[in-house]
């Protein structure tokens, strides 16, 4: 009874871990989307483990936050790109 919540959470966070991963690291325009979607599976994972506290779980979502905080604070550490500069109008 009480493995429910685990096997309804085991493979959305593992895909939001690898999927997150990939689209954080292929696609470097889409960092900001990948951090909020993973940072709301890990709210979900957040909420289920409430529900329904076991050790399994919470494990799983400790390796979840490390995954986000890693690439969180890749993206905070990354180098900003610099906005092209503005078009002015001849008067």
Not at 25 to 53: I, K, M, N, W
Request: charged letters at 15%; one cysteine or more.
């Amino acid at each position: 009874m009480s493995q429910e919540m685990l096997n309804a959470l085991l493979l959305p966070l593992l895909f939001s871990m690898i999927g997150g991963s990939y689209a954080y690291l292929r696609f470097p325009d889409r960092r900001p989307r990948v951090l909020l979607t993973l940072v709301l599976f890990q709210l979900v994972g957040a909420y289920g483990h409430s529900a329904q506290p076991e050790m399994a779980l919470f494990g799983l979502l400790g390796l979840h936050m490390l995954v986000v905080c890693a690439l969180l604070l890749h993206h905070l550490q990354a180098p900003r790109p610099e906005l092209a500069p503005e078009w002015k109008r001849r008067e």
